[in-house]
């Protein structure tokens, strides 16, 4: 038995191609390279030459203060960090309920029905910050038994309201983007209703989702700032009280630093799984 044949060698014409292509893929890493240091010296450049750049260095780009404030604001955002790890599977939870009783054909759930669509059109209507300051301050003044009154819990408490109307609407639409022959296969197999949106429907409108979901979420990490609005001690708050006593903004600065090292992990995250989603949709494995 022969093996694999190796004496196989590239054609002048396909040598010819490969030095082409490596030519113009040298090119394109200069042009790029020079054209990224032109735009980022062109904007340093404008930055540090304008009249106002000392008194902006001295107010906001101050490495005593930052380092000062430095402890503070760690403190306060595993605050927002808290929320958000509290908050996300809440959200989760609740928006693909929403999303799956909009999308239910019993009689029975039509009043469930009618009250999903009335929630996520006023929740949308109303914008978040509000939302934050009607439950940390409206809720508690109501004075039900059992629940807690701290502005944690009704900060996150508003968070998930929120987010879970934006997020129904996502897994909606990954709901909806399921074929109709999907749901009349699994008909012909006699399954029920509930069945098919278990076993057919849900998966696959779950896994067409996940990139915009994962664009909420980071939206959501940086909307836990908002609750710096009612008092509550985040790393927003934290900057905010700092700057206030010493007359100098870098605080804001460090508090931006967490958060972007927080959101852009996540943001790249989005990036990737939306690449792999086109690739097995291109392949035709979704």
Known sequence: MSGPTT????????????????????HRVVVASTATVVVLGVLGAALVLSPGWPRVRATFLDWDHAKESLPSITEGFWINVKM??????????????????????????????????????????????????????????????????SLFFWATTALVVSYSAYVAEVFRSGIESVHPSQLASAEALALSRAQTMRHVVVPQAVRRVVPPLLNDFVSLQKDTALVASVGLFDALYAAADYANYNFNYTPYLVAAVFFIAMTVPLARLCDVLARRLARRERAGAL
Do not use: C, K, N
Not at 13 to 24: D, H, K, M, V
């Open 7 to 26: 004496d196989w060698q590239p054609s002048e014409r396909e040598l010819a191609r490969r030095r082409t292509r490596s030519r113009q893929r040298r």
């Open 84 to 149: 958000f790890l509290v908050a996300e599977p809440l959200i989760l939870v609740s928006g693909l309920a929403l999303a799956l009783i909009r999308q239910a054909h019993s009689a029975w759930l039509v009043p469930l029905r009618g009250l999903a669509v009335v929630y996520t059109d006023v929740v949308r209507g109303i914008p978040t910050l509000l939302l934050v300051f009607l439950f940390a301050f409206g809720m508690p003044a109501l004075g039900l038994t059992g629940l807690p009154t």
